[in-house]
């Protein structure tokens, strides 16, 4: 019903909206994070991070950016979780490394 008042294409928008300002998580912690100074830098770590990790996985990278500890917290759990997430955080680094440097 509610579609239906707002048409097919606002459906699609309302959709899209989430993975829009989403999107741009990565980047805007980066911008803030003291130690990065280029925006380029941060668009290319961003489109890595697209496509490596998942939402709740750059979510949990920005964590990081805000809070080193934790990060060091995550590498040092004995979680099988954690060593999954840890696994494809490293891959994401190493490839930003190549890509992003």
């Known amino acids: 019903m509610f579609a239906s008042k707002i048409g097919a294409v606002g459906a699609i928008l309302l959709l899209c909206i989430p993975s829009i300002s ?3 998580a ?3 912690a980066c911008m803030e994070a003291k130690q990065i100074k280029s925006s380029r830098v941060c668009q290319c770590l961003q489109k890595t991070a697209d496509q490596t990790l998942t939402r709740s996985e750059q979510f949990r990278v920005v964590t990081f ?3 080193p500890d934790i990060s060091q917290a995550v590498k040092a759990s004995e979680s099988r979780t954690d060593k999954i997430f840890w696994s494809k955080f490293s ?3 190493r490839l930003a490394e190549r890509r992003c440097s």
Do not use: I, Q
């Open 22 to 24: 989403y999107s741009e």
């Open 26 to 28: 990565l980047k805007k």
């Open 65 to 67: 950016l805000k809070n």
């Open 91 to 93: 891959r994401f680094g």
